[in-house]
């Protein structure tokens, strides 16, 4: 079941609920600064997915632009709204938006199954370790990309991520 009735851009009006979901689903959530700096990027894309019944903010979605990459900083749903569709649709809508010959990179806590199978489910793929980057509990985060290359079922799928290196043959 999808709750999700619709998505627009996230706004300063919405950081109060933002923050309450950020604070109900991270260990060290971000700081009202943080999020008041992305949305003050002019080339960030920001969503706000509210739910069908209720018209409550349930999730948001921090995506910035440095230099060809988009940086999927930050996907959230509030606890009460989630397995219903609603960070498919963030990142669905996210994706569409930006185009599928855009170059897209996260981290996930390596922990995370069910985010980690959401971002395989887009095409994502792994490409690494950041060991210890969770401060909370030094968690390691899988770095993941999505390129045209992890789209594509011919060759290497991590052919056009930015720093894996290859073995030579």
Same mark, same amino acid.
């Given at each position: /079941?999808?709750?999700?009735?619709?998505?627009?851009?996230?706004?300063?009006?919405? !950081?109060?609920?933002? +923050?309450? +979901?950020? %604070? %109900?689903?991270?260990?060290?959530?971000?700081?009202?600064?943080?999020?008041? !700096?992305?949305?003050?990027?002019? #080339?960030?894309? &920001?969503?706000?997915?509210?739910?069908?019944?209720? =018209?409550? !903010?349930? #999730?948001?979605?921090? &995506?910035?632009?440095?230099? *060809?990459?988009?940086?999927? /900083?930050?996907?959230?749903?509030?606890?009460?709204?989630? %397995?219903?569709?609603?960070?498919?649709? /963030?990142?669905?809508?996210?994706?569409?938006?930006?185009? $599928?010959?855009? @170059?897209?990179?996260?981290?996930?806590? +390596?922990?995370?199954?069910?985010?980690?199978?959401?971002?395989?489910?887009? #095409?994502?793929?792994?490409? =690494?370790?950041?060991?210890?980057?969770? @401060?909370?509990? #030094?968690?390691?985060?899988? +770095? /993941?990309?999505? *390129?045209?290359?992890?789209?594509?079922?011919?060759? $290497?799928? !991590?052919?056009?991520?930015? =720093?894996?290196?290859?073995?030579?043959?």
């Amino acid at each position: /079941m999808n709750t999700v009735s619709s998505l627009r851009r996230l706004s300063y009006a919405d !950081l109060p609920y933002v +923050i309450a +979901i950020e %604070r %109900r689903s991270f260990p060290t959530p971000w700081s009202l600064a943080m999020f008041v !700096l992305e949305l003050s990027k002019a #080339g960030g894309v &920001c969503l706000a997915a509210t739910d069908a019944s209720s =018209g409550e !903010l349930v #999730g948001y979605t921090i &995506c910035s632009r440095y230099d *060809t990459v988009w940086h999927i /900083m930050n996907i959230s749903v509030d606890p009460d709204h989630r %397995r219903t569709g609603v960070a498919s649709a /963030m990142l669905s809508h996210l994706l569409s938006e930006l185009g $599928d010959d855009a @170059q897209y990179t996260l981290e996930v806590r +390596i922990s995370n199954a069910p985010a980690i199978s959401l971002y395989e489910s887009f #095409g994502f793929r792994s490409a =690494g370790l950041r060991h210890r980057y969770y @401060q909370d509990n #030094g968690e390691d985060a899988i +770095i /993941m990309w999505r *390129t045209p290359a992890t789209l594509s079922n011919d060759g $290497d799928p !991590l052919a056009d991520v930015p =720093g894996v290196e290859r073995s030579k043959k």
